[in-house]
T-cell receptor, first 111, second 113 residues
Framework: GENVEQHPSTLSVQEGDSAVIKCTYSDSASNYFPWYKQELGKGPQLIIDIRSNVGEKKDQRIAVTLNKTAKHFSLHITETQPEDSAVYFCAASKTGNQFYFGTGTSLTVIP | DVKVTQSSRYLVKRTGEKVFLECVQDMDHENMFWYRQDPGLGLRLIYFSYDVKMKEKGDIPEGYSVSREKKERFSLILESASTNQTSMYLC????????????FGPGTRLTVT
C-alpha cells in the first residue's frame, strides 16, 4: 500500500517568515494530494490540494508543489501569521475511498 | 456548507463497555470514513463505507465494527472497549468517483478507564 512520510514533525517560525513542510509518497499511481490544517479542538480542514497533472498551485499565501518523478510534494506558507499556528497533514490518494496521511507537522508562528 | 457532525465531543467509558460513535453528514456523500488520531501516528483508517450497508476494513479494524443503514449516517462500534482504544476519533465524508476533498467532523475524544 501507499506510504506517506512527512517532515518536520515540529516547526517554529517568526511571524512574517515562510514555512515549508515536505511529504514523500511511495505509490506512483497516487494522483491527488491534499493538505489539511487542524486547529486545536477541531477536525482537519482542507487548505489546498493538487492533482498529478499540475506541478504547482497557489492560493494567496499558500502554495503546494508536486514533483511526480521524485514522488514528493511540499506546502509553502509565506508571510506567516499567528493564526497559521496549527497541525498540518499531507495526504495522498489514487481512489476516492483510500487516503493515506502523513504523521503531521505542528507549526508555531512566534509573534 | 458541508457539515459533518459527531454525536459527542468527549466520552468517558469503562473497560468492557460497548461504545457507539455516531456520525452524520448532510451533503449526500457516498463515502464515509472513521479514523483514529494519535500523537505522532497521524490519522489511521479504521473502516470506510462507499454505500449503504457496504463497508471495507481500513488499516486498524481490530476491535471495531461499523454500521451504515442510511446514506447520511455512519456508526463506529467498540464491542468491548479497552484502554488502548483511548484516542481521538474522526469521521469524514467525500463524494463518490473521487478522489475529492474529505470533510471532517470535529472529532470525539474517547477515554476508556
Amino acid at each position: 500500500g501507499e506510504n506517506v512520510e512527512q517532515h518536520p514533525s515540529t516547526l517554529s517560525v517568526q511571524e512574517g517568515d515562510s514555512a515549508v513542510i515536505k511529504c514523500t509518497y511511495s505509490d506512483s499511481a497516487s494522483n491527488y494530494f491534499p493538505w489539511y490544517k487542524q486547529e486545536l479542538g477541531k477536525g482537519p480542514q482542507l487548505i489546498i490540494d493538487i492533482r498529478s497533472n499540475v506541478g504547482e498551485k497557489k492560493d494567496q499565501r499558500i502554495a503546494v508543489t508536486l514533483n511526480k518523478t521524485a514522488k514528493h510534494f511540499s506546502l509553502h506558507i509565506t508571510e506567516t501569521q499567528p493564526e497559521d499556528s496549527a497541525v498540518y497533514f499531507c495526504a495522498a490518494s489514487k481512489t476516492g475511498n483510500q487516503f493515506y496521511f502523513g504523521t503531521g507537522t505542528s507549526l508555531t508562528v512566534i509573534p | 456548507d458541508v457539515k459533518v457532525t459527531q454525536s459527542s465531543r468527549y466520552l468517558v467509558k469503562r473497560t468492557g463497555e460497548k461504545v457507539f460513535l455516531e456520525c452524520v453528514q448532510d451533503m449526500d456523500h457516498e463515502n464515509m470514513f472513521w479514523y483514529r488520531q494519535d500523537p505522532g501516528l497521524g490519522l489511521r483508517l479504521i473502516y470506510f463505507s462507499y454505500d449503504v450497508k457496504m463497508k471495507e476494513k481500513g488499516d486498524i479494524p481490530e476491535g471495531y465494527s461499523v454500521s451504515r443503514e442510511k446514506k447520511e449516517r455512519f456508526s463506529l462500534i467498540l464491542e468491548s472497549a479497552s484502554t488502548n482504544q483511548t484516542s481521538m476519533y474522526l469521521c469524514a465524508s467525500t463524494p463518490g468517483d473521487g478522489p475529492y476533498e474529505q470533510y471532517f467532523g470535529p472529532g470525539t475524544r474517547l477515554t476508556v478507564t
